[in-house]
C-alpha cells in the first residue's frame, strides 16, 4: 500500500504578504496610467486651444488687415509687485521694447516651455536693450518669495527679467482686455495639481511706448525665431531714432556744441564697449545649467518599472524561501536564479534613468520634500537601503556560486547572511520609491 504525502500549504504569513506586494503593484499601475491619462487630457485641451485659436485668427484675418488688433493707446495701466518687492507700473517699462509672457511656477503643462525660451531670449539678445516680462497667471500662490525662487531656477537675469504678481482681477483684465489673450482659472474635474489655470502659449512684443507689436507662440520655434528678428529690429530702429534726434538738436552756444558732439561719440561708444565687456566677460554669460530642462517621458517612467522589478524580486525570495523550506531544491534553484536576474535587470534601469536624468536635467535624482517626522525615518530607510544594496550583488553572487557547486555547507551558512539583506533591500527600494514619488506632502 503507498503512502500518500501529505499536503503542504503555504504559510498564511507568506500568502499575505504576496497580496500585498500585488497591491503595490496594482497601484503603481494605476498611479502610471492616471499619470498617463492626465498627460493625454492636457495634450487634447492644448490641441484644442490651439484648434481654437487658429479658427478665431482665420475668422478675424480680414479684420486685422484692415486695422490692428490691439489698442492704439497701447495697453491698460497697471500696478503689479515684482519679485524683488518693488512695485512696477506700465510708466516703469516705456522706454524699452519688451516681451510678455503668462506663466505659473506649479503649472505641469507648457509654462517651463515658455520660461525655457525666455531664457533663450535672453541669452541670445544680452546685447540688446529690452527687457522681458513674466506676468503670473496664479497670483494666489506665486508670491514674490515663490516667484524670486522660480526666476532663480530658470536662470533670470533681474536687470532684464522682471517677475510681476498682484491682484488676480487686475491680472486677468490685463491679459484679456489689453494683450487680447484668453485666461482663466480651471474648474470642475479638469482642475487637477498643475492645471488650475488655463493660459495661453503666446508671448507679445509691446514697444517702448506701450503698444502691443505681434503675439508668437512659444512652442514653436519658428515664431520664436522670428520674434528674435522683431526684437533686434525694432531696438536697432529706436537706437537709430535716438541717435537721429542727438544730431538734429540745434546747439544753444558753441561751447554747449562742442559738448553734445563729444556726448553724443563717448556716451555710444562707452555702451558698446560695455557690452562687448559683457560679452567677453565669464561671469556674463548666462549658465545654461539654471535653464529649464526636461527630459523624455519614458526616462520618467523608470523609477516605476525599478520599483515594479524590486518587488518582483521580493516576491521571488520569498517564493526561494518557501520551496527550500519544505525540501523542493530544484524549484529554489531557478526561482533564486530569476531572483538575482531581476535584481540585475533592476541595476540595469536604475543606473540607466540616473544617467539619463543628468544628462537631460544636470541632476542626478530627486529631491525629497517631505517635511516633520517622516523626513527622518525616510533617510534612516534609504541610508541602510543604499549601504546594504552595495553588498547584495556580492553576496548573491557568492551565495549562488557556492549552491551551484553543491557547496551545501558553506551555500547555507552565507544564505542566512544574505537572504535577509537581499528581502530588506528589495522592500525598501519599493518604500523609497513610494515615499519619493506618491506620499502626500512629500514629492
Not at 276 to 302: G, H, I, K, N
Not at 328 to 344: N, R
Amino acid at each position: 500500500m503507498t503512502e500518500t504525502k501529505p499536503t503542504r500549504r503555504i504559510p498564511l504569513f507568506l500568502i499575505i504578504v504576496l497580496w500585498v506586494l500585488v497591491a503595490v503593484s496594482a497601484f503603481a499601475t494605476w498611479k502610471l496610467k492616471t499619470q498617463h491619462d492626465l498627460a493625454m487630457e492636457q495634450r487634447k485641451a492644448s490641441e484644442a486651444a490651439a484648434a481654437k485659436e487658429k479658427a478665431e485668427e482665420t475668422e478675424t484675418a480680414e479684420v486685422k488687415a484692415k486695422a490692428p488688433i490691439w489698442p492704439e493707446t497701447g495697453i491698460d495701466d497697471f500696478s503689479l509687485t515684482e519679485r524683488s518687492g518693488e512695485t512696477v507700473t506700465k510708466e516703469d517699462l516705456l522706454g524699452k521694447p519688451w516681451v510678455a509672457c503668462f506663466v505659473f511656477t506649479r503649472c505641469a503643462g507648457p509654462c517651463p516651455r515658455v520660461s525655457g525660451q525666455f531664457y533663450q531670449l535672453q541669452k541670445d539678445l544680452r546685447d540688446l536693450d529690452f527687457r522681458l516680462v513674466t506676468f503670473t497667471v496664479d497670483p494666489k500662490n506665486d508670491t514674490p518669495e515663490v516667484l524670486s525662487r522660480y526666476a532663480e531656477s530658470v536662470g533670470a537675469d533681474p536687470e532684464k527679467w522682471l517677475f510681476l504678481t498682484g491682484d488676480q482681477s487686475e491680472i486677468f483684465h490685463l491679459i484679456e482686455k489689453s494683450f487680447l489673450m484668453p485666461v482663466e482659472e480651471n474648474k470642475g474635474p479638469a482642475r487637477k495639481p498643475g492645471f488650475e489655470v488655463i493660459h495661453t502659449t503666446n508671448v507679445m512684443l509691446v514697444d517702448q511706448e506701450g503698444r502691443v507689436l505681434g503675439k508668437y507662440n512659444a512652442v514653436d520655434d519658428v515664431q520664436m525665431a522670428e520674434l528674435r528678428r522683431e526684437v533686434r529690429k525694432l531696438v536697432k530702429q529706436d537706437e537709430k531714432k535716438t541717435e537721429e534726434q542727438k544730431e538734429e538738436a540745434p546747439p544753444a552756444t558753441p561751447p554747449n556744441a562742442g559738448m553734445i558732439s563729444l556726448s553724443s561719440t563717448l556716451v555710444p561708444l562707452t555702451f558698446h564697449l560695455l557690452a562687448q565687456t559683457e560679452a567677453a566677460s565669464p561671469a556674463a554669460e548666462p549658465d545654461t545649467s539654471q535653464a529649464p530642462r526636461t527630459a523624455p517621458d519614458w526616462v520618467y517612467q523608470l523609477p516605476a518599472l525599478n520599483a515594479t522589478l524590486n518587488g518582483l524580486a521580493t516576491i521571488l525570495l520569498m517564493v526561494g524561501y518557501w520551496f527550500i523550506r519544505h525540501g523542493e531544491q530544484q524549484k529554489h534553484k531557478k526561482t533564486m536564479l530569476t531572483a538575482f536576474g531581476t535584481s540585475v535587470l533592476f541595476l540595469v534601469f536604475y543606473l540607466l534613468y540616473h544617467f539619463a536624468l543628468q544628462s537631460y536635467t544636470g541632476t542626478a535624482s530627486r529631491k525629497f520634500e517631505g517635511t516633520g517626522a517622516i523626513r527622518p525615518i525616510y533617510y534612516f530607510i534609504l541610508i541602510t537601503h543604499v549601504v546594504l544594496a552595495a553588498a547584495v550583488p556580492v553576496l548573491a553572487w557568492v551565495t549562488i556560486r557556492r549552491g551551484l557547486k553543491q557547496q551545501w555547507e558553506a551555500h547555507r551558512k552565507i544564505a542566512k547572511i544574505t537572504f535577509p539583506i537581499w528581502l530588506y533591500v528589495s522592500i525598501t527600494g519599493v518604500v523609497i520609491y513610494f515615499m519619493l514619488y506618491h506620499l502626500p506632502g512629500a514629492a
